[in-house]
Each structure stands twice: as structure tokens, then as C-alpha cells.
């Protein structure tokens, strides 16, 4: 028996094809057959879970059962038909989705690198999706709650150990229905074509830069003393190695989500195409962003507003806008890379609305065109490549990493 | 019939990869080109990339031209304007060192590396230089082996092996690296050859499938692949070097450039190591080796797999001892009694086999500038080495006659401290 971190090797496929066939070969005929799909996806997440990560699985299924016993009992609650819908209620079932996450995330910053034993592979994924499900049960967006369903759509094997991360009423419309045999062809075909360029995406070009490349870079770059060039050859690296293991990552999960007639959101859409930094949280890493937009940024906003903390719109905004990436950066990790990241990305948000405003008010004066455009594409890009580049840690490697010997 | 057509269009061009897929790796015509061009087999053979040390037709075709293989392990990096590769460029040897070894390989590594150039090794030269340093209570580092560890060289392997003592003994060391078990059906075919029987034909079927595959990846893939390329490391060198060979007058230079490179510290220490490496630690290392041993070991069965080799090959073999850095030895408190006892040891293990070209200079580690770092040799270190390697490889040889002792690869051997019977031992152990 083999242990496979999911779409890490070619062989993960073949597992992955066999396992599905009779699968597919029901919903092109117009069934979904519910019990073979739990017993392969239990299959896929035993692959990934356990043997000599037998640990982190028993970490799972504990999270696991705490976290649908939450949301069961929320839902319970809301359902009455004279629910009170407190708010207090809501904070603390939120807060405490959280702890585990928390725990994972500050375990390493404190005990020196350590991880946490309670930690296990997508384990923040798994927390979006339950805290996202918690916010709509108490807007009364989520109406009907069945814990299996619930179940099925948390442990989803395809996108699991990172996202990309789906909704829960989108999940259960797709999962309760059987697409029409040619929408399902047309699934199928999307989905196998994702997959190939997910296979180029991770398998040759992430290879090359992050695997050839960038070793190269790294040593360069750890030879000269302070600054160097390797730094920019890293920076550069680096990005595309992040960019096309994550998006070649995201394709197969969507990809696989198709195969078994579940349309699970795309991840990235032309990132680095983006003309300024809105546009590419709008680009990059998408369900995450929408995630922190729907249920924090946009919470904040309405919170602040409701609660006039400040007189200003703007201020409101742009003072969101830093929270949020700042939330964002700290659920990364607890180290000053992370953090500063998540503050750089904020002040850009603020810094890129401050001058559309102003580029909306001396219209006449700035000129536009496709030059400027291709020079907004040029800042955003480079911009982006920079915070990777303090996102990786490598400076922190670099400048207060141990000696040398 | 239209589902038929749309699933034959999604999946039709994927069938018809795979089928293509193996129809260009399993195909017998790749080895017919097995041209590489003469600058490629020039940078290959200074390249120390892990790469050429796991393949196999760029050493074959190198080899088969006037390149002679050059065993071992770190000192190859250690370029300076007397490191054999220069100087063999440099006077228009009729030969040209091709270096195998980097950091961390050693005997187990080399017995590999020599299955993929076994037929290009029949009645030719070598070199073999023995580092003292690799014969530690552990032997080879599992994660070194792994490192350079060619899939390609175990079925070439597996397809030759007779069953022979050298056979066995490779296949159970073999399943005690992470390396012999990466592949389960290989790993039973090896449990199998330790146990002294024959593959099954299924594991054969097997072997011989994966070695086809491996095989014509190597065809035509590594022509394309060198990394590292040290042509102009060993062009700078050259030029520093007078057009003549006039051995006083380079011993002269050897001394000037290695005092003008190891002016930072008294141990004579070449200044970027010592700067890198050791400056900010030296307090840190006084005295640490002074426990240190080489004299039991598990390398000493697998230098025997080397030596069972190159009997086998025929090969004649010009092995090199070199000695460790004596003032950095004196500081770190490593035992001159042990290596005298290693270099007794080594070549007993060598002289009584037949193995009779050996250039033993594990007493110079006090002359000037023999060594550029702790334990590699630099500047006049390679200078001497080259009084010995040129005339073996430029003179002809008489065939060598080994006399290949199976008792060489037992336990008692390989844990025979300072207080082992030799003249006993050679009677007993037929």
C-alpha cells in the first residue's frame, strides 16, 4: 500500500481513473450512485490520511465530528420557527469553528516550527466551508441542512487539501441532481481538458521552475553575501513556480469535482493579466478572495457602517481593506513574512481605490490607452512578484536564517 | 450512437497518447543513436553532475574515446591549475580524466555507476581515489546513495548478475538503502538475488520492461541534459599554467599560488573555505574528531564489491590514498595512529587481492601546500598524484593478475579493529 498526497504523482491519476469509471459511467446514464461515491472518496482520503499519516486522519475525523456536531446544533436552532436568531449565538458558533484553525496556525510560531498534532491537511479549507455555511444559516440562505449532505460536501475529496473552496447550497443543488447527458459530456470534456493543462501546469512548467530553477537561484542566492541579482531571479522563480503548482493543483480538482458531475469554482483566472490589484485578487486564488470578500471584508463594511464608526465611506473601506488582508495574512501563518504580506497587500487595495478615484475625477488629464494599460499590467505583476517574494520567506532564509557552515 | 462519438472525441486523443507514449519508450531503435558529440562528452566529463553519474551513454560514449574514468568522491571539485582535468588539457595528454564522483559518493555508489560502463572498463585503465573519510562506523549515507541512486544501473545490473558471492552481497546491501525498496517488484527481485536464487520470470518480465524504459529515457534525454559545466573553470586554470612541463618549475608555482590562497589562517586551509566555512566555528572544532575511526566500517564490504568489479573487468587500476590536512588533523585531535592503521588496513585489503598500483600518500599530509582544505588535496598535492596517474595511463601496463578473496566482505573484516591478525586472518579465511 502506498500514501499519496493528492494529484502529487501520475500514479494518484490511475488510481483516480479506475475509481471513477463506474461512477461516470452511472451519471452519463442518469444516476448518481450516492454510496459508491462515499465509498471512493473514504478510499481517497485513506489514501491520503493514512498509514504513516494515520495521525493527522485521526485529527480529522475528530475535527470533523466536532465541527458537523456545530453546525447540526446551529442549524437546530435557527430552524425553530419562533428563532430568536441572537446574535450572540451566531459569534460564539462562529468563534468556536475557529480554535482548531487558530491552534494549527500559532503552534508552529510558538514552539518553534513545531506543527500541531491536532493539525491535518486542509485543515483551514475545511474551516471556510464551515464557517461560510454558519454565516448562511444565520442570513436564512441555507434553508434545508442535512448533516450526510453537510458530511459529503466538507470531506469532498477533490479539493480537500486545498480548495478550491465551494459553497454549501451550490454543492448540494449539483449533488442532489444528475446533469442532463449532454451537459454532463460537456462536464466531462471541460474537466479532461483542465486536467491535461493542469498536468502541463504542475508536472513540467512548476517542475522546471520550481525544481530546476529555483534551487539554482536559491544557491546563488545564499553564496553572495546581502544583495544579489539570484534575489530577483528568485523572486520571478518563485512566482511562476507558486502560480502554476496551485493553478495546475486547482485544475485537477476541478477537473476531478467534473468528472463526478459537481461544478466546483475555478481558482484562477489569468492572474498576472491583472491591470491593477483588485483586479487580481479578482484573478488569483479567487474562491479564497471571495471567501474573505463575502465574509469578512463585506462584514466588516456593513458592521462599520451599521455602528458609524467612521464618517467617511472611503475611510470605512480602506481601513476594511487592511483588516482584511491583514486576517489573511495571519491565517497563513504567524510569522512576520506572512503578516507583512497580508499589510502590503492591503495598503495596495487602499493606494490602487485612492487613485481610481482620482484617475475618475481628472479624467481629461490622464490619458488611457492600450500603452497604459500594458503598463498597469507591468506594475501589478511586478508588484505581486515582490510580496511573493517576501511571502516565501526566502528573505527571512536569507538575512536571519542560521549561519552557513 | 452519438454518446459513442462524443466520448470517443473526449477521450480518443488520450488513448491515443498513451499508445504513442509507449510505442516511443518501449521502442528498440532508440539505441541506435547514440552519437554525442565530442564537446558534450567534453563537458560531462568535468561536469560532477549526479545526472552523468546516473546515467549511462554519454560515460559509454566518453569512454570508448581516450576519456578514463577517474572514481571518487569531493576532491574532484576542488579545481586549481594541478587538478589532473587541467593538466591533462593542458600538455595534450593522450588521455582525459572523466570524473565520477561528487560529494558523498562512495564505494556502493561507484560499484553502480560501474555497471552502466562495465563493457567500456574491459582490459582498460582507471583511477580510484579512496577517501579515508568514507570508511565511518555507518558507512555510506543512505541519503547520499539515494542521491545518486540510477534505477537504470540497478536493472543493467540485475540483467547481468550470476549470483555470484559479489552478486549477493550487492543486492543485500542494496535492500538496506531506502533506495532498494523504492520500487516493490525490484526490491523482491533483490531479496531474492541475496538469498542466492534466481528472479523469478515474472520479475525478470519486469526488470527487463523497466530497463527498456529507463534505457531509452537515458537515449534520449541525457545528450541534453549537463548542468554544470566546468569548461571555463578548467580553461582559466590551464592559462595560469607555463606552456612547458617542468616538474621543479611547477612544484615552484604549486607552492606560490597555494601560500598566496591559504594566507588567512595557519592551517594552511585555501582562504575561501576557511572563511565559508570554518573561521566563525574553529573554536567549536578543536579536538572534535579525536574519537573519531575508520577502521570499522561497512564501506570495506562495499569497496570489496569495487574491487570484485574491476576484477571481474579486468580493468587495471591506479588507486590514489590521499592524506588528511596534518595541521588541522593535529587540531581537531584526529588519530595519526588510526590512519596510519587505516592505510594499513586498505592496503592489505588492496596488495593481497593484487592490486598492486597504489599511490599511497597518507604521510603527506604536512608538506606545504599538499592539501587546499582539511581533508581534499590541492595545488602540490595534485602535482604529485600527477607523477603517479601520468605515467599509468600514458605507459603501457602489464595485465594485472587479481586473486579476488571472498572474505573480504564478511563482518569480521569490516569491524577488524587495530588489534587484527592480518597474517592469520589471510590463512583462516580462505
Known amino acids: 500500500m502506498r500514501w499519496y498526497i493528492p494529484y502529487g504523482n501520475p500514479t494518484y491519476f490511475i488510481w483516480l481513473a479506475v475509481a471513477l469509471i463506474p461512477l461516470m459511467i452511472g451519471l452519463l446514464y442518469g444516476r448518481r450512485f450516492r454510496w459508491y461515491q462515499t465509498v471512493v472518496s473514504l478510499f481517497f482520503l485513506i489514501l491520503t490520511f493514512g498509514g504513516p499519516n494515520w495521525r493527522t486522519g485521526i485529527a480529522l475525523i475528530c475535527y470533523f465530528v466536532y465541527q458537523v456536531l456545530l453546525v447540526s446544533a446551529y442549524f437546530h436552532y435557527r430552524r425553530r420557527k419562533d428563532s430568536p436568531n441572537k446574535g450572540w449565538v451566531f459569534v460564539l458558533s462562529v468563534i468556536l469553528a475557529i480554535p482548531p484553525l487558530v491552534v494549527v496556525k500559532v503552534t508552529p510560531a510558538i514552539q518553534s516550527g513545531k506543527q500541531s498534532i491536532i493539525g491535518f491537511l486542509g485543515i483551514s479549507y475545511i474551516t471556510f466551508k464551515v464557517v461560510q455555511t454558519i454565516m ?18 466538507l470531506l469532498f475529496f477533490p479539493t480537500i487539501s486545498s480548495g478550491p473552496i465551494d459553497r454549501y447550497r451550490r454543492f448540494v443543488s449539483d449533488y442532489e441532481a444528475v446533469p442532463a447527458q449532454k451537459d454532463y459530456l460537456d462536464l466531462v470534456q471541460t474537466g479532461v481538458r483542465y486536467i491535461f493543462l493542469g498536468f502541463l ?110 464618517k467617511s465611506r472611503i475611510t470605512t473601506a480602506n481601513v476594511c481593506y487592511i483588516i482584511n488582508m491583514l486576517i489573511m495574512g495571519f491565517w497563513h501563518g504567524e510569522t512576520w513574512f506572512y503578516i507583512l504580506y497580508g499589510l502590503l497587500h492591503g495598503c495596495a487595495l487602499v493606494v490602487n481605490d485612492t487613485w481610481l478615484r482620482y484617475k475618475k475625477k481628472h479624467q481629461d488629464k490622464i490619458p488611457h490607452n492600450k500603452f497604459t494599460e500594458l503598463f498597469a499590467i507591468f506594475i501589478t505583476f511586478n508588484f505581486v512578484c515582490f510580496t511573493f517574494l517576501i511571502f516565501s520567506g526566502f528573505l527571512n532564509t536569507l538575512f536571519f536564517g542560521p549561519s552557513k557552515f | 450512437m452519438k454518446v459513442k462519438k462524443r466520448l470517443f472525441e473526449i477521450f480518443g486523443p488520450i488513448l491515443f497518447a498513451a499508445l504513442l507514449m509507449f510505442a516511443v519508450f518501449l521502442s528498440p531503435t532508440w539505441i541506435k543513436f547514440s552519437y554525442v558529440s565530442p564537446k558534450v562528452q567534453r563537458n560531462a566529463a568535468a561536469s560532477l553532475s549526479p545526472l552523468i553519474l546516473k546515467g549511462q551513454l554519454i560515460k559509454r560514449s566518453a569512454l570508448e574515446n581516450n576519456y578514463v574514468p577517474f572514481f571518487g568522491s569531493s576532491e574532484w571539485s576542488r579545481f586549481d591549475p594541478f587538478h589532473p582535468s587541467v593538466l591533462a588539457t593542458k600538455y595534450h595528454r593522450s588521455y582525459r580524466p572523466f570524473l565520477l564522483g561528487a560529494r558523498g559518493s562512495q564505494s556502493l555508489t561507484q560499484f553502480f555507476v560501474m555497471q552502466s560502463i562495465n563493457q567500456q572498463m574491459k582490459n582498460k585503465k582507471a583511477v580510484f581515489f579512496v577517501s579515508p573519510q568514507w570508511f565511518v562506523p555507518m558507512g555510506e549515507d543512505p541519503n547520499a546513495f539515494s542521491f545518486y541512486y540510477s534505477p537504470l544501473q540497478t536493472t543493467t545490473w540485475i540483467q547481468q548478475e550470476k549470483g555470484s558471492k559479489m552478486d549477493r552481497y550487492a543486492a543485500y546491501r542494496l535492500l538496506q538503502m531506502p533506495s532498494g525498496d523504492s520500487d516493490k517488484i525490484i526490491s523482491g527481485t533483490l531479496a531474492r538475488i541475496a538469498a542466492g536464487l534466481k528472479p523469478t520470470s515474472f520479475q525478470m518480465l519486469y526488470v527487463n520492461y523497466r530497463h527498456r524504459v529507463l534505457l531509452n529515457e537515458d537515449q534520449i534525454y541525457s545528450r541534453f541534459r549537463i548542468p554544470v559545466n566546468n569548461a571555463k573553470k578548467i580553461a582559466d586554470n590551464a592559462a595560469e599554467l607555463p606552456k612547458t612541463y617542468h616538474f621543479q618549475q611547477l612544484d ?88 596510519k592503521q587505516f592505510d594499513q588496513k586498505i592496503t592489505y585489503q588492496l596488495r593481497s587481492q593484487g592490486f598492486n598500483h597504489i599511490d599511497d600518500l597518507s604521510q603527506d599530509g604536512n608538506v606545504n601546500y599538499f592539501m587546499t582544505d582539511t581533508i581534499h588535496p590541492g595545488w602540490r598535492g595534485w602535482l604529485k598524484m600527477d607523477q603517479e596517474i601520468n605515467p599509468f595511463l600514458t605507459k603501457k601496463q602489464k595485465a594485472p593478475h587479481y586473486r579476488i578473496d571472498k572474505s573480504f566482505y564478511s563482518k569480521e573484516w569490516q569491524q577488524a579493529g587495530s588489534d587484527f591478525d592480518y597474517d592469520g586472518y589471510r590463512n583462516d579465511g580462505r
Open chain 1, 136 to 153: 448562511e444559516t444565520r442570513d436564512g440562505f441555507i434553508k434545508e441542512y442535512h448533516p450526510i449532505i453537510f458530511a459529503q460536501f
Open chain 1, 201 to 310: 501546469y504542475k508536472f513540467v512548467l512548476a517542475y522546471y521552475f520550481g525544481s530546476v530553477l529555483m534551487p539554482q537561484m536559491q544557491f546563488g542566492a545564499m553564496m553572495a553575501h546581502g544583495f544579489s541579482w539570484y534575489i530577483i531571479g528568485y523572486m520571478y522563480t518563485y512566482s511562476m513556480d507558486l502560480f502554476f503548482d496551485f493553478a495546475g493543483y486547482s485544475l485537477f480538482a476541478v477537473g476531478i469535482s467534473y468528472f463526478m458531475g459537481i461544478k466546483t469554482p475555478m481558482n484562477f483566472n489569468h492572474p498576472f493579466k491583472s491591470k491593477n490589484i483588485k483586479d487580481f485578487w479578482n484573478r488569483w486564488h479567487m474562491t479564497l478572495s471571495f471567501w474573505f470578500r463575502d465574509y469578512i471584508f463585506m462584514r466588516l463594511v456593513f458592521f462599520m457602517m451599521k455602528h458609524k464608526v467612521f
Open chain 2, 252 to 339: 615552484k608555482l604549486a607552492g606560490q599560488l597555494g601560500a598566496q590562497h591559504t594566507n588567512s589562517n595557519r592551517f594552511q586551509i585555501g582562504n575561501r573555505f576557511w572563511n565559508r566555512r570554518l573561521k566563525h566555528h574553529v573554536k567549536a572544532l578543536k579536538g572534535f574528531q579525536s574519537n573519531m575511526s575508520f577502521l570499522k566500517s561497512p564501506e570495506y564490504g562495499d569497496f570489496q564489491l569495487v574491487l570484485n568489479q574491476f576484477a571481474k573487468d579486468h580493468t587495471n587500476v591506479l588507486f590514489i590514498i590521499p592524506p588528511v590536512n596534518q595541521r588541522w588533523q593535529k587540531y581537531t585531535g584526529l588519530s595519526s595512529e588510526m590512519l
